[in-house]
């Protein structure tokens, strides 16, 4: 396999002492003793519930080349065993990352926002991918030890790179972005999520903006224009010095902007101008809200002097990531049901959405549009209110039943129309069984809700009991 990094300057970047008898080189770096792959460097990264020092001989045992672990821990470990010792192992996770940047010549993009950042990501990494080699963060490897380790995976021989960079407080972002150093920045959109740790949207829209920060001199900033927060956050990038302002939209005045859309149950026809370039493409996921972030997938590229004509193709054969709407096709007694697995995270703006395109969905003679809903998390006070909210787009798509769980949805099931009521439990796990015996032949079911709600149950019940196939992915948030 490919090495990654030598020993030698992996313990040079983390500023490491060696010990046992080192292999010159890795092939990847773990955070997981469970899933790595033989060749790769095991960082004992020290968790909320479990310490990676504890699962360092499993580690190695699995086939890892080397352990990287705390000074503090040494004295566990025998002589013998490769390692490469740091005073602390989220830092020297941290040193290599830096010292990844530092070695990279690729070009790079990092992506933020309130809702769409992990779609946006894999939208880039597909348009990457066919015009040279490409690297991105995995899943939502987006927080304080996901950014780095991400940095730390980048080859040396990366031509594009793309980081998702998330958030809950003031402040994180900065950190990440100074690190990650990218090209172009997108801010997807800014929406009322994680109200519970700020005073207001403006406070969010401030956030995201730290990640001008860390932008490379003569970097684009790539701005959602129909977007209220738009112009606050111009003012920002321009106040951070960046040079460059693009901004994507429906609207006159965008740089790239959306000037028809035919939207599919199952896709979206576009036509764009993108930066001065008309183009008219296939987005493999339905839904408006994927059509716009695509006008900034497609200024991106363009700003990283990817050809935007591939780049648009390429977009037709977009997947959205586990959790975020993949589609499967359920055999069920007289026919197949649809399934949206939604159930990775929710806000009210991806809860909306979900919504739209569960609206937007076929269905059979007899069938219904099902939307199955757990708790949007961290919203603070307004919580209960926003969660209430949700009738409007529910009766806006004609969901014709809605299932809910939680103690924040049983202000939406409060809320709902009697006609509508499917059922409601405190939990996932109590749901699933009034699932399983309502869902017929015909149906469309999505699945959606913050990630604390494991709605991830209902989804594996049903992927159990009744998965036949997949099909093409659908709506990614």
Known sequence: MTQLWTIAAMAKAMRATKGGAL??????????????????????????????????????????????????????????????VVPDVLTGLIDLGIASRARSKAKIVAVTGSVGKTSTKEALRTVFAGQGETHASAASFNNHWGVPLSLA?????????????????????ELLVKMVRPHVAIITTVEPVHLEFFSGIEAIADAKAEIFAGLEPGGAAVLNADNPQFARLKTSAEAQGVSR??????????????????????????????????????VSVPGRHMAMNSLAVLAAASLVGADLALSALALSGFKPAAGRGVRHTLDLPGGHAT????????????????????GRSEIGPNGRRIAVLGDMLELGPSGPALHRGLTDAITAHN??????????????????????????????????????????????????????????LIVSALEKNFLSQSADGDLTV
Request: charged content about 20%.
């Open 153 to 173: 995976r980048c080859p040396e021989s990366a031509k594009f790179a793309i980081f998702e960079i998330g958030m809950n407080h003031a402040g994180e972002i």
């Open 339 to 358: 399934l949206f697995d939604e159930s990775y995270n929710a806000n009210p703006a991806s809860m909306a959405a979900a919504l739209s395109v569960l």
């Open 245 to 282: 302002v693009v901004s994507f939209g429906s609207g006159e005045g965008a740089e790239a902007t959306l000037l028809k859309i035919a939207l599919q149950p199952d896709c979206s026809a576009i036509q764009a101008d993108i930066l001065g370039h008309e183009v008219t493409y296939k």
């Open 399 to 456: 969901i014709d039943l809605v299932f809910c769980c939680g103690p924040l949805m049983h202000e939406l099931w409060q809320a709902l129309p009697s006609t509508k009521r499917g059922g409601y439990a405190k939990s996932s796990a109590e749901l699933e069984s009034q699932i399983l015996g309502t869902i017929r032949a015909g149906d469309a079911i999505t699945v959606k809700g913050s990630l604390g709600s494991r709605m991830k």
């Open 23 to 84: 292999p010159k080189g890795v092939t990847g770096i773990s955070i997981d003793s469970r899933s790595i792959a033989p060749g790769e460097a095991y960082f004992a990264i020290k968790g909320d519930v479990h310490d990676g020092h504890d699962f360092v001989e499993a580690a190695l045992k699995n086939g890892a080349g080397v352990a990287v672990i705390a000074q503090s821990h040494r004295p566990r470990f025998s002589d013998d065993l490769p390692l490469l």
